[in-house]
């Protein structure tokens, strides 16, 4: 079976500055996906990044940025020039590849981060 | 762009009584996921369908049922409701056939907030 842990329940960051939120895994899988959603107060989920394990190169979207590492099963988000809006919990994701390529069952979420900014 | 809907947004019930949610997944999408929310809590996968079909399922209890119909809309039904069923129910869903580049993504609905009092 697989898990997803955050070790980190709470950061805060000042606005402008750089935040780096953790995430560990276990799986015997080769071929997987990682996530990162972040769920403001609204309590909508909210996709961030996504990352397919087979791919060397770290996933960016904007000011934000992850850091894979297959071997160490580490995945990190990294966010920079914080801002209030960013304010959220934050929730690493896996998920299975599909037997004939195609996206395969659920997504197992860590226990989340909370991460505040402050202006 | 169109999202998943979910309704209600809100739900309050009594112990014992039944509910239904409902799920209207983004058009074209062929797969829809329904998770659980405790308060403070991760989502926790119930059960999910491809194709009208049951693909796979979690931690979803034996008086919780779900279907998907001819329209690909997704409905969970919940009977005997107990105190401990009050959370944030998502709906997601995903494009799931291979050579999608958006295949493995989960679109999730704003939720539906059930209060079992």
């Known amino acids: 079976a697989q898990t997803v842990t955050q070790s980190q329940p709470e950061m805060s960051v000042q606005e402008a500055e750089t935040v780096t939120l953790s995430c560990t895994y276990d799986t015997s899988e080769n071929n997987y996906y990682l996530f990162w959603y972040k769920q403001p107060p609204s309590r909508q989920m909210i996709l961030v990044i996504r990352q397919e394990a087979y791919k060397q190169q770290n996933a960016t979207e904007n000011r934000f940025s992850v850091n894979f590492q297959k071997a160490a099963k580490s995945f990190s988000l990294k966010i920079s020039d914080s801002q209030l809006g960013d304010t959220a919990m934050y929730f690493c994701?896996?998920?299975?590849?599909?037997?004939?390529?195609?996206?395969?069952?659920?997504?197992?979420f860590g226990k989340g981060t909370k991460l505040s900014v402050k202006p | 762009a169109a999202g998943v809907i979910q309704s209600p947004r809100h739900l309050i019930k009594e112990k014992r009584e039944t509910a239904t949610l409902k799920c209207y997944p983004i058009?074209?999408?062929?797969?829809v996921y329904w998770y659980q929310q405790g308060p403070g809590q991760d989502p926790q996968f119930l059960i999910s369908?491809?194709?009208?079909?049951?693909?796979d399922k979690g931690s979803i209890p034996d008086r919780f049922s779900a279907q998907q119909f001819s329209d690909y809309h997704s409905e969970l039904n919940m009977s005997s409701l107990e105190l401990g069923d009050s959370a944030l129910y998502f709906c997601a869903s995903s494009f799931r056939l291979a050579g999608s580049l958006a295949k493995n993504i989960q679109y999730f609905g704003a939720g539906t907030r059930l209060s079992v009092l």
């Open positions: 994701a896996f998920m299975k590849h599909g037997e004939y390529g195609g996206s395969q069952g659920n997504l197992i």
């Open positions: 369908f491809y194709e009208k079909m049951q693909s």
């Open positions: 058009p074209r999408h062929d797969t």
